[in-house]
């Protein structure tokens, strides 16, 4: 799939899940609403049960409506005379607590055009009283009101937060859900067209590597095949070993392909023993000595490590510094200035290999231990490998019970790190890991 195909179809796919956010949000506040007007009504059908039952008691119910109108004065004095607080406030706990309504509230009687509370519970709640929603007038039913009762709940919202919060949580839990799926596909996406992208590569290069000795054999071949070739035994005997020596690189290279498959499924196996890391590594030293002097380089050493025998696979051990040492020749653009350090940190033994090479990105440095993974050089293959001398190197170590570390600036160069556990008492049998693999490289 194409790069722009692929960010339109995440762009599509986030303005749904933005729009699904959005319906939402709407829901929960028409939810809300529809609570808070649930709530209104409940409660102004209980203040009018409550003003009924008070009425009834007083005998002030069934008056006729024409006493309301030029002595509306009148019945609100009647009225406002005939107000039990008392009773007004029994009546409010009984048919709240019916009504399963929260019993936290202020109440009062009250003229909302003077703001004067003549009865009542208000608290500390008297200006909030005064605009509440929920009252009911206890005046003439056919003029402007005159008398109010009215009850203010400090916790309303809360409470309608409350009623509406289980299916609230439900629909942020499926929400979320939808939101971690959306992003776990998004990513896997992306890491699977990475992989493919390393796939090719990886296919690419060994289709370089493979296509150079198949080419050299077969050139040698054709050598051989000439008449005054085959009469001439000295030069018989230089093709016959181009063929050998080009033939051996080739099954290296070969085997080193095949190794993915064996280090991904664990088949290998491990031969644990102490050995001293410092004699290991003067062993790795000597094997480069020549390479880096043709070079015009120089590598210099600094074992500083007072604990230096490990408990570890010695053939693996080697291998692993072998790869940090071909890798720290191999990325020198001029000369290489390698240097190895060794210490002791945390109860572990620490192999640095230092080098002044080409350096690696901040961006790609977090991926040089994947497997087939190689910086991008551009279209110039000017480096060989296949990408598993890192990722081979960290199997390794973590298979070992140790760790590796990664540190680089380009034009500056880059440090690695191999961490590896000391001698214990705890140390006294080698672990099995399948079939046996010593001598990978990268």
């Given at each position: 799939m194409k790069k722009h195909s692929i960010l339109l179809l995440?762009?599509?796919?986030?303005?749904?899940l933005a729009g699904i956010i959005f319906i939402q949000i709407y829901w929960v506040r028409n939810a809300l609403r529809l609570?808070?007007?649930?709530?209104?009504n409940k409660i102004q059908l209980t203040l009018k049960s409550v003003v009924n039952r008070m009425f009834d008691e007083r005998g002030l119910v069934g008056i006729d409506s024409t006493v309301c109108g030029e002595h509306c004065d009148r019945r609100t004095y009647n009225v406002?005379?005939?107000?039990?607080?008392?009773?007004?406030?029994?009546l409010l706990n009984e048919e709240f607590g019916g009504m399963e309504i929260s019993k936290t509230y202020a109440w009062g009687v009250y003229n909302p055009g003077c703001g004067t509370i003549f009865a009542g519970n208000t608290g500390s709640y008297r200006s909030e009283l005064i605009t509440t929603n929920h009252h009911v007038s206890l005046s003439c039913l056919y003029q402007s009101e005159k008398l109010l009762l009215g009850v203010y709940f400090p916790a309303e919202r809360n409470m309608l937060w409350l009623n509406i919060f289980p299916y609230l949580l439900l629909a942020f839990v499926l929400l979320g859900i939808v939101i971690f799926a959306f992003s776990y596909m998004i990513f896997s996406f992306l890491k699977q067209k990475k992989l493919s992208e390393m796939k090719s590569d990886?296919?690419?290069?060994?289709?370089?590597e493979f296509k150079t000795p198949i080419s050299t054999i077969s050139l040698a071949s054709e050598m051989l095949l000439k008449p005054e070739v085959s009469e001439s035994p000295a030069?018989?005997?230089?093709?016959?070993n181009i063929i050998h020596d080009e033939n051996l690189r080739l099954k290296q290279q070969v085997e080193q392909v095949l190794q993915i498959a064996i280090l991904d499924k664990g088949e290998y196996r491990l031969s644990r023993k102490e050995f001293d890391a410092h004699e290991a590594l003067k062993l790795c030293m000597k094997n480069f000595e020549l390479t880096i002097r043709d070079k015009g380089g120089f590598m210099g050493k600094k074992l500083n490590a007072t604990h230096s025998h490990i408990y570890a696979d010695f053939h693996h051990f080697i291998n692993m510094v072998n790869n940090l040492l071909d890798n720290a020749v191999k990325y020198s653009e001029a000369y290489p200035e390698i240097q190895i350090i060794t210490k002791n940190i945390g109860g572990m033994f620490v192999v640095e290999v230092h080098d002044k090479g080409i350096g690696i990105s901040s961006e790609n440095i977090k991926y040089v231990f994947n497997k087939l993974y190689r910086v991008h050089t551009g279209n110039i293959h000017d480096v060989k490998g296949f990408g598993l001398g890192l990722y081979y190197v960290k199997t390794m170590a973590e298979a070992m019970g140790g760790s590796v570390k990664a540190r680089?600036?380009?034009?500056?160069?880059?440090?690695?790190?191999?961490?590896?556990?000391?001698?214990?008492?705890?140390?006294?049998?080698?672990e099995d890991h399948g079939s046996e693999n010593e001598n990978i490289a990268g």
């Amino acid at each position: 799939m194409k790069k722009h195909s692929i960010l339109l179809l995440i762009l599509i796919t986030s303005v749904s899940l933005a729009g699904i956010i959005f319906i939402q949000i709407y829901w929960v506040r028409n939810a809300l609403r529809l609570q808070e007007e649930q709530f209104d009504n409940k409660i102004q059908l209980t203040l009018k049960s409550v003003v009924n039952r008070m009425f009834d008691e007083r005998g002030l119910v069934g008056i006729d409506s024409t006493v309301c109108g030029e002595h509306c004065d009148r019945r609100t004095y009647n009225v406002l005379t005939s107000v039990n607080t008392i009773r007004l406030d029994s009546l409010l706990n009984e048919e709240f607590g019916g009504m399963e309504i929260s019993k936290t509230y202020a109440w009062g009687v009250y003229n909302p055009g003077c703001g004067t509370i003549f009865a009542g519970n208000t608290g500390s709640y008297r200006s909030e009283l005064i605009t509440t929603n929920h009252h009911v007038s206890l005046s003439c039913l056919y003029q402007s009101e005159k008398l109010l009762l009215g009850v203010y709940f400090p916790a309303e919202r809360n409470m309608l937060w409350l009623n509406i919060f289980p299916y609230l949580l439900l629909a942020f839990v499926l929400l979320g859900i939808v939101i971690f799926a959306f992003s776990y596909m998004i990513f896997s996406f992306l890491k699977q067209k990475k992989l493919s992208e390393m796939k090719s590569d990886f296919v690419n290069n060994m289709t370089h590597e493979f296509k150079t000795p198949i080419s050299t054999i077969s050139l040698a071949s054709e050598m051989l095949l000439k008449p005054e070739v085959s009469e001439s035994p000295a030069r018989t005997r230089r093709y016959g070993n181009i063929i050998h020596d080009e033939n051996l690189r080739l099954k290296q290279q070969v085997e080193q392909v095949l190794q993915i498959a064996i280090l991904d499924k664990g088949e290998y196996r491990l031969s644990r023993k102490e050995f001293d890391a410092h004699e290991a590594l003067k062993l790795c030293m000597k094997n480069f000595e020549l390479t880096i002097r043709d070079k015009g380089g120089f590598m210099g050493k600094k074992l500083n490590a007072t604990h230096s025998h490990i408990y570890a696979d010695f053939h693996h051990f080697i291998n692993m510094v072998n790869n940090l040492l071909d890798n720290a020749v191999k990325y020198s653009e001029a000369y290489p200035e390698i240097q190895i350090i060794t210490k002791n940190i945390g109860g572990m033994f620490v192999v640095e290999v230092h080098d002044k090479g080409i350096g690696i990105s901040s961006e790609n440095i977090k991926y040089v231990f994947n497997k087939l993974y190689r910086v991008h050089t551009g279209n110039i293959h000017d480096v060989k490998g296949f990408g598993l001398g890192l990722y081979y190197v960290k199997t390794m170590a973590e298979a070992m019970g140790g760790s590796v570390k990664a540190r680089s600036e380009l034009k500056k160069g880059s440090i690695f790190e191999i961490h590896m556990p000391l001698r214990s008492e705890k140390n006294v049998k080698s672990e099995d890991h399948g079939s046996e693999n010593e001598n990978i490289a990268g």
